[in-house]
């Protein structure tokens, strides 16, 4: 069986309105369910979930208050494909 490739990408969410880390948990576990992916759990470290044949793990980096860079990380067979649908439903996301 071969290991399947690491396909990742990162964006940067900022904004006043996030009050805390729960909320970027929140919006990232949202975007995988939107994205279809089965099983969305969080961890401590990460959030992740799977199709059939491909895995997505999402965590990220706080940069001061209120600014993130979320890294989007997915394996397998279809795994490009979703990490750009979840890396477009992170970037659609805006804190009110």
Request: charged fraction near 20%.
């Amino acid at each position: 069986m071969a290991i399947p490739s690491l396909f990742w990408g990162s964006l940067q969410l900022a904004s006043p309105a996030i009050e805390s880390d729960s909320d970027i948990w929140g919006v990232i576990k949202s975007a995988m369910k939107d994205a279809g992916l089965q099983d969305v759990k969080k961890n401590a470290s990460d959030v992740n979930g799977h199709s059939q044949d491909t895995i997505v793990a999402v965590t990220f980096v706080k940069l001061a208050p209120h600014n993130y860079v979320l890294i989007i990380m997915a394996a397998g067979t279809n795994a490009s494909g979703l990490r750009d649908k979840v890396s477009n439903k992170l970037k659609n996301v805006h804190f009110l």
